[in-house]
């Protein structure tokens, strides 16, 4: 994905910055459909853990997932539980629920200030399209399409909470 | 609009022309001397060649500009379509399915050479037949009717001679009607004229035979005394006359003459009660062309129309109570929206005697193939899934169910088979069938398969009934065929059918004769998106049930519910039936059943088998909308689907017959 960006010469990338724990991410904007207020959803039964379940998005059935059970961040949000949103993102044609601790803003991420993943993920840089620097902010540049992707390998997830360790230390040196 | 924006337009009218297609071939291939069906044809070649040539498809333009070149021939009747030529033709239709379905994949036709090939094979068809063709433009043999006949044959019996002359009246003769004319009164002298072609109308209007070098002939037969040099002799005293021939019309070529037409009589006659037919279905068509005026929805715009009427329905629910008229209304949009959904179950059906035509020629097996209720509607969401699985039956009566020719005449059956495909209603349920008279499955081969293959112990294959012993082929990884064909016999395929009809909602049962057939028959709700449903509440969560799969409601008492095997079961009226603690089975969080507290059950019906299934709270019966739900999140099928409730809470739909 960062590969097309940049063969595709554009210069700057529209992203949303969301929290999980105490990191920040970024999703290209122009795969989340919109922002909702956490609301009660159903249980599916026998459903993966990090499923939290469907809810009923003006008629239609949206499955909603949780973005740190999914990615087995364990911290503590260091925003208040008011402050959870639901994302819900359009990818590939399935709309799903990402549930997040906090939207934060929208910027313009300069293409150029955009790095490949620091560290070697083997086949497994999928979910990342780099990490992005903005003002002395380090984000974690996700890829939708295999973010959202409700099964897959433990590997990936194993990689994602590797970059997220890579970035606290990284940041700690900042 | 760019063409892009046709392309989808494109495609929709390819898949259509293309079945029309098929079964126009189908029908050559039976009655290659039907122009209807020809005229036909080539019009969708036509059509085709002009549409592909927009949208700048240069392959199947190619192909299809090709065809029309087959055809027209065919068409005029200056050619028979032969079997090679109806394989062909078929060949061709084969490769603009792949030229469409590449072009619904990516846009854009493959790269395909073989395309090439094919077209090099259309022309070498063309060609050939033409140069084999007699020059028939150049001078027709005269014909006979059988007044004409009977005069000839009467003549030869008494030893007059009948004679064929042909007179050219040269090109340059300005009036070649007076000429002959004048050869009509000179033959009249030497004998009795029994034909005169062109006739004399239609000389007088300028109608002549035309040979390869003069534009002016004419045609005469006679019955004559006279030798032939004096018959030449008396015609060259006319001017401007510029060739005679004369040749004698023998018994012989009579004979000849008489068989060839004997033999047209009797196809014509062959041919005539399936030209009424073809009337007939002409009309019929031509009705029901107009009743069936289609017009090409968006399925997004469809599918947001049925959420806003699902809602309505919800909220219809909710302010029942206030206005009836409401209700009427929303009963009304509900119909025609859930009409919009439905389409005739020939789509499916319509590819398959093209399928059966090619695996029978395949496994030289002769079939018939009966279709019968082609008019059932069903649902767009099932007849899109639905196809792959009757492929799959329908081999498997092909393959494993018919016999050979040889086998079935010494089984005293006639040699061709019939598998018949029926589609009917029963009750709020479709029923497709599958029948073929074939030499059934023999429920002790299957039996000792199972026990083989550690499905079953010896001592439980005992105990089974036939229908029991019948859906042991519906496990996976059964197969009775030791060698796996090229269609079918691999073990995987029933069961597969089976989870496809399950997850519509669906059952499927077998029945079987040896000797006499075998019958599946698929049951389907004929709607996918409203159903009745039973509200439930297993601990604090709400779930809907398909009311057409329960079959009672009953309290009991802890003490009715014994134990054997280690499973639970109840007893109703004389029948033992399992019983699942649906908070147990669903997980249920904070919720755990009381053993001792009397417990509702709700006895759900599903393959002619009963369960019962433990809820806390019966909350009633209402309408829902079933709305798909993805897969993924319910991996074991237990939840068929959701919907909304009126206070905008999601449901889960569960799943009967997985649970059965």
């Known amino acids: 994905m960062l590969e097309d960006l940049i063969r595709s010469g554009q210069k700057e990338l529209q992203v949303i910055i969301f929290k999980l724990g105490s990191e920040e991410y970024a999703v290209p904007i122009n795969c989340v459909q919109e922002i909702i207020m956490p609301q009660k959803a159903t249980r599916i039964p026998k459903s993966p853990k990090y499923v939290e379940g469907v809810i009923n998005l003006r008629g239609n059935i949206v499955p909603v997932i949780d973005g740190k059970k999914k990615f087995l961040l364990k911290e503590k949000s260091s925003n208040p539980l008011i402050d959870k949103r639901i994302m819900v993102l359009e990818v590939e044609n399935e709309t799903t629920g990402l549930i997040v601790d906090s939207v934060n803003e929208v910027i313009n991420l300069n293409v150029s200030e955009i790095e490949p993943p620091p560290i070697d993920l083997e086949e497994n840089t999928e979910i990342f399209c780099g990490i992005g620097k903005y003002n002395n902010r380090l984000l974690i540049l996700i890829n939708s399409e295999k973010f959202m992707t409700i099964h897959e390998e433990a590997k990936k997830i194993e990689a994602f909470s590797k970059v997220t360790d890579v970035i606290k230390k990284a940041r700690a040196v900042v | ?660």
Do not use: W
């Not at chain 2, 050939?128 to 006979?144: G, Y």
């Not at chain 2, 089976?498 to 029945?511: A, E, F, N, P, R």
């Not at chain 2, 089975?585 to 507290?597: A, H, R, S, V």
């Open chain 2, 1 to 660: 609009m760019s063409l892009e924006e046709y392309l989808g337009l494109f495609i929709d009218e390819s898949k259509e022309n293309l079945q029309v297609l098929n079964g126009n071939l189908l029908k050559l291939e039976k009655e290659p001397e039907n122009t209807e069906v020809l005229n036909e044809i080539f019009r969708v070649a036509h059509t085709f060649k002009g549409m592909a040539k927009t949208m700048g498809f240069n392959y199947t333009s190619d192909l299809t500009h090709n065809m029309e070149n087959l055809l027209d021939p065919l068409r005029s009747g200056k050619k028979q379509a032969t079997g090679k030529v109806v394989d062909l033709l078929f060949s061709c239709l084969d490769k603009l399915e792949g030229l469409v379905d590449s072009i619904v994949d990516k846009g854009s036709e493959h790269e395909d050479t073989s395309v090439n090939e094919l077209v090099k094979d259309l022309q070498a068809a063309i060609n050939n037949k033409e140069t084999a063709e007699p020059d028939t433009s150049a001078c027709q043999k005269l014909e006979f009717n059988e007044y004409e006949q009977i005069v000839i044959q009467e003549a030869i019996s008494q030893g007059l001679n009948v004679k064929e002359i042909t007179v050219c009246i040269s090109n340059d003769c300005v009036l070649p009607g007076v000429r002959s004319f004048m050869v009509n009164s000179a033959l009249e002298n030497m004998g009795e004229i029994i034909k005169y072609q062109p006739s004399v109308e239609e000389i007088e209007s300028g109608v002549f035979l035309k040979t390869k070098d003069f534009d002016h002939a004419v045609k005469v037969l006679l019955i004559t005394h006279e030798p032939d040099e004096h018959i030449i002799d008396k015609i060259q005293d006319i001017s401007e006359i510029a060739e005679v021939e004369v040749s004698d019309i023998t018994a012989e070529t009579q004979i000849n003459q008489k068989l060839k037409e004997n033999n047209i009589d009797t196809t014509e006659e062959n041919q005539q009660p399936e030209e009424n037919k073809q009337e007939d279905l002409q009309s019929q068509k031509a009705i029901s062309k107009v009743v069936n005026q289609t017009i090409r929805v968006n399925a997004g715009r469809l599918d947001k129309l049925m959420n806003l009427v699902g809602e309505l329905v919800i909220n219809k629910t909710r302010i029942f109570e206030l206005s009836k008229g409401l209700e009427n209304i929303t009963g009304e949009i509900q119909e025609i929206v859930m009409k919009l959904r439905m389409v005739q179950v020939d789509q499916v059906f319509n590819r398959f005697p093209r399928l059966v035509r090619d695996i029978s020629k395949n496994l030289k097996k002769e079939v018939n193939l009966v279709i019968k209720g082609k008019e059932i509607e069903i649902d767009r969401a099932v007849v899109d899934e639905i196809g792959d699985p009757l492929v799959h039956l329908i081999r498997n009566s092909l393959d494993h169910g018919l016999e050979t020719p040889e086998e079935r005449i010494r089984n005293g059956k006639s040699a061709k088979g019939t598998i018949e495909l029926h589609a009917l209603n029963e009750g709020d349920n479709i029923l497709i069938k599958v029948i073929d008279d074939g030499k059934g499955i023999d429920p002790e081969r299957i039996k000792s398969k199972a026990i083989a293959k550690g499905f079953i112990t010896e001592e439980a294959a005992r105990s089974l009934d036939e229908s029991a012993i019948f859906d042991l082929v519906l496990k996976p990884g059964f197969s009775t065929i030791e060698v796996a064909t090229d269609l079918s016999g691999r073990g995987v395929g029933m069961d597969v059918v089976k989870s496809k009809v399950s997850s519509l909602g669906g059952t499927i049962d077998i029945s079987s004769k040896i000797n006499k057939g075998t019958t599946v028959t698929i049951a389907l709700p004929s709607t996918m998106a409203i159903i009745q449903a039973l509200i439930i509440k297993i601990g604090e969560e709400i779930y809907a049930m398909p009311l057409n799969c329960i079959n009672e409601v009953i309290d009991i008492t802890a003490n009715q519910v014994k134990k054997i095997q280690n499973k639970e079961v109840i007893t109703v009226r004389e029948k033992t039936i399992p019983l699942i603690r649906m908070p147990e089975f669903l997980e249920t969080p904070d919720y755990i059943e009381d053993p001792e507290q009397p417990i509702t059950v709700v006895i759900v019906k599903s393959h002619e088998k009963y369960l019962g299934i433990s809820v806390t709270e019966l909350v009633g019966q209402q309408e829902v909308v079933i709305k798909p739900i993805n897969k993924k999140l319910c991996s074991e099928h237990y939840i068929s689907g959701a919907t909304t409730l009126g206070n905008g809470e999601v449901a889960l739909i569960l799943n009967i017959n997985n649970l059965v």
